[in-house]
């Protein structure tokens, strides 16, 4: 991994436009209808320097324009579209969207969160970009070429759009490397983040680790089904499965949970899952904090409950593994349906992108089948406002629940 560098070192991007790109007959339907990617299948031919990463516009077989994007000649997904305007990609044109997409965040979540989504990508029509905003803090990830090659517009723009301590850089993972990519880790510009930052969300304080935790370092998208459980937990008992640093266990105290078990494999996340119930005044609440495999402990706990919440990681990282990832999850969600009280309620999660909305309810239900349990669908759930999906991209939508009350 290298160290990413300060922003006062990041180099500007040259504006020329190197490359056009003309599509196969029949291939230009997706994009007349909005979709951001277009694949290496799709390109007739190329006009001018197809070797480096760079903006290109996109015409039809017919040489009619159609949209402007982000070109990598590594990825076999080689072009992510910005926009369908001849506009200029430069940095007043990232201004423009992180304004847009931080006026609507303050607007909708208010005083109360000072942890949200402030870009989600392709749902905020910046394909390859997510940032993340924790009080004095914002985290980056630059997950493709493109967008990497505009680091330097973005930082500026948003440092000039939002007052922060710091802006720190978290871009790593699969994603990354399929680009050609390194990992890159580091503070882009201002001050290094210290050990744990506290936010609010909802009227609850939690500790986030920027530097270590997963994703970003804490669950921004399951705000709203965090709420959501909270209403149900009066003088219940509640596992929380997969607990990371407690955010469900948190809000099911505040709900007014008679005793939550907080149950992950992570030791450094259940520390910090013991500080946040803590900080809330729940240090002391009934209860338990348990490291271990959820697999294992679903299948061999003796102990029932009222609610369960299982958020499991991710089980489908790629759509090769999908079949892995359906029996992981029927198994997860079989072994919890059993361990339900009559009447009790089951949240049950997938953030597996590869993984649509239907057939996770179709594994949920053989699983409710083999169980023996009769089910009933309480809710829907799945991404607060803050984490967009656009209506051109639906394989944006990765983050699938499903509230669900046992009969008997």
Request: include cysteine.
């Amino acid at each position: 991994m290298s160290s990413a560098p300060h922003a006062s070192c990041l180099m500007p991007h040259a504006l020329v436009i190197l490359l056009n790109l003309y599509l196969k007959p029949t291939r230009d339907a997706p994009i007349r209808r909005g979709h951001p990617w277009i694949f290496s299948g799709a390109i007739e031919r190329c006009e001018g320097d197809d070797q480096s990463v760079d903006v290109a516009d996109v015409f039809d077989s017919k040489k009619n324009w159609l949209a402007r994007g982000l070109y990598n000649p590594k990825s076999q997904l080689r072009v992510r579209l910005l926009t369908w305007k001849k506009e200029t990609i430069d940095q007043s044109f990232f201004a423009a969207r992180l304004s847009h997409a931080l006026a609507f965040r303050s607007e909708q979540l208010g005083a109360a969160n000072n942890g949200y989504r402030l870009v989600n990508g392709e749902g905020d029509f910046l394909p390859g970009l997510i940032v993340d905003r924790y009080g004095d803090y914002c985290v980056c990830q630059f997950y493709t070429a493109g967008m990497e090659s505009f680091k330097a517009e973005i930082v500026a723009a948003l440092s000039a759009l939002v007052p922060m301590k710091g802006i720190f850089e978290r871009s790593e993972g699969r994603v990354r490397e399929e680009e050609g990519l390194a990992a890159s880790l580091g503070v882009l510009t201002g001050d290094a983040p210290p050990e744990t930052i506290a936010i609010e969300e909802n009227r609850q304080k939690f500790l986030v680790d920027l530097r270590r935790g997963q994703k970003t370092g804490f669950f921004l998208d399951q705000r709203d089904s965090r709420q959501f459980l909270s209403t149900l937990t009066r003088g219940k008992s509640v596992l929380n499965c997969f607990a990371y640093t407690g955010g469900f266990s948190v809000y099911a105290y505040a709900g007014g949970a008679r005793e939550v078990v907080t149950f992950d494999s992570s030791l450094p996340a259940l520390e910090l899952a013991e500080k946040n119930l803590e900080l809330n005044g729940y240090a002391d609440a009934a209860g338990e904090v348990i490291k271990g495999d959820a697999f294992a402990y679903l299948k061999e706990t003796d102990s029932k409950f009222d609610v369960i919440v299982l958020d499991p990681p991710s089980l489908a990282h790629r759509r090769g593994d999908m079949d892995a990832a359906t029996g992981g999850y029927k198994y997860l969600n079989l072994h919890a349906l059993k361990l339900l009280n009559p009447g009790g309620l089951l949240l049950t999660f997938s953030c597996s992108q590869h993984l649509p909305r239907e057939l996770f309810q179709k594994v949920v239900f053989g699983a409710a089948v083999d169980a023996g349990r009769k089910v009933t669908i309480v809710k829907q759930l799945g991404h607060p406002i803050d984490h967009p999906v656009s209506l051109h991209h639906p394989e944006g939508e990765y983050l699938k629940g499903l509230a669900l009350r046992v009969i008997d």
